[in-house]
């Protein structure tokens, strides 16, 4: 499985961008795919989930300025991210994992994309 993302960019506070990722195949029709990002000198941290359903979790951080969705045709993510803030600046790597309801267990891993939001 291989992930292309796209999107990321500068901006200032208060602005919008919307990343995309794009999976080159998914291990089962239900994986889940999502968001997490990794800030200079922090540890990566989980940003946003959704299932093939469309039912989506959101970190506290984001959960009402950022919208995830996708496009299971495609097998594209993608994460709307409105009234940025400064400490939204991180680089932003998309995954595609195993469902809840799948005994095996995988993750695969997007190249990222960097956010900077700065004035």
């Known amino acids: 499985v291989q992930l292309q993302a796209s999107g990321g960019g500068e901006v200032q506070p208060g602005g919008s961008l919307r990343l995309s990722c794009a999976a080159s195949?998914?291990?089962?029709?239900?994986?889940?795919m999502g968001w997490y990002r990794q800030a200079a000198g922090r540890q990566r941290e989980w940003v946003a989930s959704i299932t093939s359903g469309g039912t989506a979790d959101y970190s506290d951080s984001v959960s009402d300025r950022f919208t995830i969705s996708r496009d299971n045709r495609r097998n594209t993510v993608y994460l709307q991210m409105d009234n940025l803030k400064p400490e939204d600046t991180a680089i932003y790597y998309c995954?595609?994992?195993?469902?809840?309801?799948?005994?095996?267990?995988?993750?695969?891993w997007g190249q990222g994309t960097q956010v900077t939001v700065s004035s």
């Open positions: 995954h595609v994992k195993n469902s809840r309801y799948t005994n095996e267990r995988y993750t695969f």
């Open positions: 195949r998914l291990i089962r029709t239900n994986d889940d």
